[in-house]
């Protein structure tokens, strides 16, 4: 008949198991012999924690062919160790020889992922070697002290000639990004102030509500309150309306003249009614006077 555990025991045991679900320091090591507290002298066989290392990148990464072998990634390889067979300082001496062999499984299994990848997308091999080395990374070395797993994983870089390659082109489309969002800023800047400045002038001006002929009149004035870029183009803007309102004014008068000396008068009222109409929705009647008093390059002939 088996005889039961004492309490201390069974007290030891289960705070042993709390303590190993709850902190499983992979770097922790515990091997104790256990004898049983009713002085029986049977003692339990010794038990060792597994135990891990994990192998710093080397300086030089390893070399593989992308799509098309015109360009190569730099994959750097991380290697982690595992060994339920001896100490942690024991496992760190013995990797050392298993390195280049690990190296060179890690070559023959990831290559045929990393060929499979657009040579500009590093991130995409990165992911597609590591993949294939979840399924086909594990791996045993049996060492002189015992068994050794390793797991590997690694990081993937373009290739060099690539990177330089590529490296203009994106600094050039980092730049326009930059400027679009800047320029957006800016317009958005110049559209609230222009709008400010409108508010204030009609304030001042008593003139309330702001038409679509007002407005025409004064944004250009506005703006040079607001961004001196953008008075330039307002105004640039506010001399080509002129001249193109200037040129058909013209021709609308020419044919008012032409009416009249063909007796067609009320084709020629008709002309002139027009023209007036026009002058005004364009901001340029006749008895307006301030149009030309207040432009920045004084009256436009």
Not at 25 to 49: I, M, V
Not at 65 to 85: G, H, I, K, L
Not at 118 to 137: F, Q, T, W, Y
Request: with cysteine.
């Amino acid at each position: 008949m088996a005889r039961r555990k004492g309490l201390f025991a069974t007290l030891r045991e289960a705070w042993r198991t709390w303590r190993r679900n709850r902190y499983d320091d992979p770097f922790e090591e515990e091997s104790e012999t256990t004898g049983s507290d009713e002085g029986d002298g049977t003692a339990l066989q010794p038990r060792r924690r597994k135990v891990f290392v994990q192998s710093l990148p080397p300086e030089t990464p390893l070399s593989m062919a992308a799509r098309d072998d015109v360009f190569s990634y730099e994959v750097f390889p991380t290697f982690q160790w595992n060994s339920s067979a001896m100490s942690r300082e024991t496992l760190k001496e013995r990797v050392v020889h298993h390195e280049a062999t690990a190296r060179e499984e890690l070559l023959r299994v990831g290559w045929s992922a990393a060929r499979d990848c657009d040579p500009a997308d590093p991130v995409a091999a990165e992911r597609a070697i590591n993949k294939k080395l979840s399924v086909d990374g594990n791996w045993c070395f049996d060492d002189t002290e015992g068994l050794i797993r390793c797991t590997p994983s690694v990081r993937v870089r373009i290739d060099p000639a690539l990177r330089e390659h590529v490296l203009p082109h994106r600094l050039h489309e980092l730049t326009l990004r930059e400027t679009q969002r800047l320029g957006l800023v800016k317009a958005e800047r110049a559209r609230d102030l222009t709008e400010a400045w409108l508010k204030v002038i009609s304030e001042l001006e008593l003139i309330g509500e702001l038409d679509a002929h007002q407005r025409r009149l004064l944004v250009p004035f506005a703006a040079a309150l607001a961004d001196q870029d953008f008075r330039k183009v307002m105004e640039e803007l506010r001399r080509q309306r002129r001249t193109s309102v200037d040129a058909l004014i013209t021709t609308l008068e020419g044919a008012r003249g032409a009416h009249q000396e063909a007796g067609l008068f009320e084709f020629a009222d008709a002309y002139d009614k027009a023209i007036s109409a026009f002058r005004r929705e364009m901001g340029l009647s006749e008895s307006s006077w301030i149009e030309d008093a207040i432009a920045p390059d004084g009256p436009v002939r």
